[in-house]
């Protein structure tokens, strides 16, 4: 069975940081990054110090054969629709960027490593467990 593990935004940023999820990135047969992560972190690296830097670890990274940008298609928007009345039906809204990294992640059919916990609001969600 294909090993998939969609990085959310402070996942990627955690791994980074303190190499939390590195045995998630390095067991996986593809790791994706959601095009709505891109932006997160790209934002973030406009607002910080280190933008080149960051900025060539991220190309470095997305040059890996394992790793893969998930796009926004209209399954993608299906899917979306589909998270946000589920969420507003139940009365628990997450941020809209969530929503469509979550639709990003459950399109993959992999698992979201990220530390938010209101992406359990989604049960349909797969999570990934941290592996050290």
């Known amino acids: 069975m294909e090993v998939i593990i969609v990085l959310d935004t402070n996942a990627y940023s955690d791994w980074r940081r303190s190499g939390k999820w590195s045995g998630n990135i390095a067991t996986a047969d593809r790791v994706i ?11 973030g690296f406009l607002k910080g110090r280190r933008r080149i830097e960051n900025r060539k670890k ?42 469509w990294i979550a639709a990003q992640a459950r399109q993959s059919g992999g698992e979201l490593a990220a530390r938010d916990g209101h992406f359990r609001e989604l049960p349909m969600l797969r999570m990934a467990m941290e592996i050290p």
């Open 58 to 99: 991220l190309k470095d990274f997305l040059l890996n054969p394992h790793v893969e940008v998930a796009v926004v298609d209209h399954h993608t928007a299906e899917i979306y629709a589909e998270f946000l009345i589920y969420l507003r039906e139940k009365g628990k809204p997450i941020p809209t960027n969530d929503i």
């Open 33 to 43: 990054i959601p095009s709505v992560v891109l932006g997160e972190l790209e934002f």
